[in-house]
């Protein structure tokens, strides 16, 4: 069964940069069929989908937030990982790490084929 669990801090400064971790335990981030995604839900509002990265490396990008975002991985970890940067108070939110099988928005994240518990992350000064 695969698992997936995001750490990283729970408050960030305004102008700073986020940076979050997802290992991956009971299956290979270079499986070349999913993408592994980032998405992340603000507080009253539904999932946005941040970026997602193949098994083979490729990257994808939500275009209203490439200019901010990085996401890498680090397959002797088995791990991949989100950078946002110049962070707001508007980056608040539950930031979620998730398996698909494509990068289309999904309304709910039992529309995924799995994804993690999600971590609070606060931008507060």
């Known amino acids: 069964q695969v698992q997936l669990q995001e750490s990283g801090p729970g408050l960030v400064k305004p102008s700073q940069t986020l940076s979050l971790t997802c290992t991956v335990s009971?299956?290979?981030?270079?499986?070349?069929?999913?993408?592994w995604t980032w998405i992340r839900q603000p507080p009253g509002k539904g999932l946005e989908w941040m970026g997602a990265i193949t098994g083979s490396g490729s990257i994808y990008y939500n275009p209203s937030l490439k200019s901010r975002t990085s996401i890498s991985r680090d397959t002797s970890k088995n791990q991949f990982t989100l950078q946002l940067n110049s962070v707001t108070p508007e980056d608040t939110a539950v930031y979620y790490c998730?398996?698909?099988?494509?990068?289309?928005?999904?309304?709910?994240?039992?529309?995924?084929?799995?994804w993690g518990r999600g971590t609070q992350v606060t931008v507060s000064s």
């Open positions: 998730a398996r698909a099988d494509d990068i289309r928005l999904r309304a709910s994240l039992y529309e995924y084929d799995c």
């Open positions: 009971g299956g290979s981030i270079t499986s070349d069929y999913y993408y």
